[in-house]
């Protein structure tokens, strides 16, 4: 198939033109004129009417609801689908994926029913310049085989039969996707809102939308320049403007999308280029090259100094306008462009189309119901990817609106609005954050790698000593957390954390080190890489905590090999310099072999630490020699009611049984009606009708939101956000339990595993202490009142999981949910890989979270396991056997490669380490027996 792909982009010629060409356009065109009487009454009301907001209305028209009115305040397609470049490109993230590609199948099916929407399969060729950037395609594509995507690699050799005139010499390979193509984004719009008004669509220029009315948080209503339209769903489609309309109506909408200048350079004819149809990517490069009717170019960049655009407020006659042109910011794209092709004209440039493009926070798109409101959806910030998603999001808005069951293959949670909070929607922070996004439109997304822009939005009263102290900052949902500490404000890593940056030094990334002295040392910290995430409080006297490895590199510098050793030079001589060790662990590695070895040898000096003195001390002095560490930050909420009610909504949403004595905790989730998880908490029963429940920070919004909707209406239990008056901490480790102790006159020999007690700590009471950790280590963790922190100074290996990543909402989780279900069609598991790879099988799955295991010494992989149907694709129901049987094997496939994987239904066994408390507390669920359902 690739041969004949090859043979046939060597002889096609290009045909056809795209619409970044017009610089304007002709409101008397042959475009349909759509103008009627504002109904009062709609079903659905859509506002926006590019590609778009057509695409939802078709999409709902073709599932049966016609009582739709779309809206659009000058004429269709005119914001900035008429200047879009048309391209439709599928080797992107999963759910985006997916979506694209139902773009695909429906552009190309009406193009072949006869609508001239200028479809082309052109296909598409993504360079690789480097190493990294050829795992990062391997990885894409092992993922799109998945979801059927017809895609491959081709050496540089093939590259360069398709493009004869592309310097190749530089390239590591490429990804060949054929099935890509490009459209015509006028056509295209105006073909949808045709169709949808063929089957009775109401669609209606020249109206603007002023407000949507609301009512108890519902969607009620449209009030409009022309009069106010009664309905039951909105849905705003308004591209840069989405984020103005969200602000019109008396519950507000955060739409958080900001647009910036985003320019397309056409080229001269490029002799020889007519022959090639192919869009080429060079992501390294930051540029994309569209060849064109006649042998020109179409070249769009990526760049991190892209300008924020109308940060005073779009122009109301914002209408087929583009912006002035840029050349000299756009000089970049000829550069490249003389690079790649070094046969172009040194003057190629032949028109520039400057024209606003929107992003989001986090460079993904935005679609789903608001959690503000009810029934009102969003499809917005789609970062130039505007037409490649529209058939696909349009068709997924439109089944969750008329209720069909999942028909996607994909959980769409990385897209839903529902992850961002209020900050997100600030001007300001947007207006900082958006062009930092243009640049890593095109950029390796690593693990954990942290955005330098809209930081220090959300801090703890710890925040300025840690960061005294070299507190390295990491952000979720606007909260800063550290990760580790460095002595070196300046200092450049070689190592991991050169990826992580602190929002008060310019983003310089610097190396981790362990903090602390005994009173009246002298503050010497000693340099470490980040490994396990242990806080303990020690001056124990045999440890050198000397990790100077063979396996470290013979180049390092005599600075950086002075930094793994011990101050022994103090007025303490033989006590290392220890007195806090926060250290953080990193689930995904992409490291080398020499950050393994350092990273390995932290964690076994920590884990087999033994504490034998303790010098502490509070008050004034506190702050002088040790470091009060914030381990993280959590969204928490409270629940109460005056009888029984609160337990029984609890009992009703949660998948474990939370009916248990005071003091308890439970882990847990919260299930939807496919038996998915919408949320992953810890609930812990503070008192007879009171409950304190702790989720992931990433959960913050969507948690509140999928809570609020499920409250009796009678006002029986109330729920309280009680996030801002806790400061968390965690202390974990083998003798956490005797820093308690002394710092503490709980009774932690009476203190059970998963369970909660009030505690005094040094001089603050009403402290939180849950005996629980989720690194899998003995410890508790610490929820201490707000006002009283600054008086106080780690995990996949024991299957602890989380929502989203590990979780979804479509699929029914049973065998983690508690409940006697012998039967399912998804099952978590747990897998330990080796390197024997070279087996075969079919697709049961994906792995949703990895980490090396240090004391397994393997890595650690939780995923759902399916059984597919090998015709239909539908999931069979299978019981655990399926996984266990002796005669399976199973192989996980990253980067290209596959490696032999060794299931495990249950935490594989891991070798403890002796504490006071043995092995005397440990949690057992109640198990709740319940019959298997059709539905699951």
Known sequence: MRSMYLRRCRNVVRCRGFAIFRKSYSTGSTAPAYTSDLPTHAKVVICGGGVMGTSVAFQLAKLGLTDVVLLEKGRLSCGVTWMASGIVGCLRRAAERQLCQISVDLYRSLQDEGHDIGWMQSGSINLARTENRMVSLRRLVAQAKVQKLNCDFITTDEVKTMVPLMKVNDLKGAALVPGDGVVNPIKLCHTMATLAAEKGVTIIEKVKVEEVLTESKRVKGVRTSKGVINCEFFVNCAGQWARDLGLKSKDSVRVPVHSVEHAAVTTKPIPGMDTVSAVIRDYDGGIQFQPLAGGGLLIKGYESNARPVFTEGIPEDFEFRVLPEDWEGCGYLLRRLRYRFPNSDPQPALHMVNGPESFTPDGTWILGEAPEVDNYYVAAGFCDMGVAAAGGVGRALAERILGIEGRLMTDLWALEIQRFFEGHNIKAFLKDRIPEIVGRHYKITYPYNEYETGRGVRTSPLYPILYKNGGMFSTKMGYERPLWFSDDEGKRSATIAARHFSPFSSMRPRAAVVLGSRRGDKQTPVTMVPTAHVHVVSTQTHHSFDLARDDMSTTQTPSRQAAYSTDTSSNHAGLPNVSCIAMHVYHALMSTGRDYGMINAGYQAIRFLRIEKFHVSWGEDFDRWTTPIECGTAFRVKFQSKGAEVVNLLQYLCANDVDVPVGTIVHTGLLNHHGGYENDCSLVRMEENRYFMVSPTSQYTHAWEWITRHLPEDGSVQMSNVSSKYVVMNLIGPKSVDVLRLLSDANVDNFPYFTSQLINLGQSGGVK????????????????????????????????????????????????????????????????????????????????????????????????????????????????????????????????????????????????????????????????????????
């Open 769 to 936: 202490a849950l005996h629980m950790t989720h690194s899998g280590e003995p410890g508790w963790t610490l929820y201490v009142p707000t006002e009283d922190s600054l008086s106080m100074r780690l995990s996949i290996e024991k299957f602890h999981v989380a929502w989203c990543a590990i979780f979804d909402r479509l699929r029914p989780q049973p065998d983690r949910c508690g409940h006697g279900v012998q039967e399912s069609n998804s099952s978590s598991t747990v897998m330990t890989v080796d390197t024997d790879s070279g087996l075969g099988g079919k697709y049961v799955g994906l792995t949703r979270s990895t980490c090396y295991g240090f004391t397994l010494k393997r890595t650690v992989c939780i995923g759902a396991v399916h059984d597919f149907d090998p015709d239909t694709r539908n999931r069979r129901i299978f019981d655990v056997g399926f996984i266990t049987d002796p005669a399976a094997k199973f192989e996980v496939e990253i980067a290209g490669k596959r490696f032999r994987a060794f299931p495990h239904v249950h935490p594989p066994r891991v070798p403890a380490i002796a504490t006071e408390l043995g092995t005397k507390y440990k949690y057992k669920p109640t198990v709740v027996t319940t019959s298997r359902t059709s539905s699951l």
